[in-house]
C-alpha cells in the first residue's frame, strides 16, 4: 500500500520555527516530486511548496518565499519543510502529496498519493 505520513506539526509561537516530516511507504521517493500543501479552516487548499525527485529544482508560494525550506532524503524515504518565522497565518493543516507520473518535476501534474496531513497552529 503507498502511503505518505506526515508529522512534525504542533503549536507555536510567532516567529518560532517548525520541521514538517513526510515519509513514505510501499514506494521509493527517489523518481517523485513532492508537494506540501496546506488548508486553513475555511479557507481552500493551497500549494505551499514543491521539490523536483532530484531535489534540483524547488518553488514556493509567495506567502512563504523567505520563509519555508523544501529538502528531501531520498536515503530516508522522506521529505522536509522547515519553516522559520511563522506567522498566524500559516495555521492549517500541512499535507504532502507525490506526482507518480514520473516525471519528477515541478510542478506536480498529478497529486496520486496524499497523508493525511499534519496540523500546525501559529498562535501566542
Known amino acids: 500500500q503507498l502511503q505518505l505520513v506526515e508529522s512534525g506539526g504542533g503549536l507555536v509561537q510567532p516567529g518560532g520555527s517548525l520541521r514538517l516530516s513526510c515519509a513514505a511507504s510501499?514506494?521509493?521517493?527517489?523518481?517523485?516530486?513532492i508537494g506540501w500543501f496546506r488548508q486553513a479552516p475555511g479557507k481552500e487548499r493551497e500549494g505551499v511548496s514543491c521539490?523536483?525527485?532530484?531535489?534540483?529544482?524547488?518553488n514556493y508560494a509567495d506567502s512563504v518565499k523567505g520563509r519555508f525550506t523544501i529538502s528531501r532524503d531520498n536515503a530516508k524515504n522522506t521529505v522536509y519543510l522547515q519553516m522559520n518565522s511563522l506567522k498566524p497565518e500559516d495555521t492549517a493543516l500541512y499535507s504532502c502529496?507525490?506526482?507518480?507520473?514520473?516525471?519528477?518535476?515541478?510542478?506536480?501534474?498529478?497529486?496520486?498519493?496524499w497523508g493525511q496531513g499534519t496540523l500546525v497552529t501559529v498562535s501566542s
Open positions: 521539490i523536483s525527485s532530484s531535489g534540483g529544482s524547488t
Open positions: 510501499g514506494f521509493t521517493l527517489d523518481y517523485y516530486a
Open positions: 502529496a507525490a506526482d507518480l507520473t514520473g516525471w519528477g518535476t515541478c510542478p506536480l501534474r498529478a497529486l496520486d498519493v
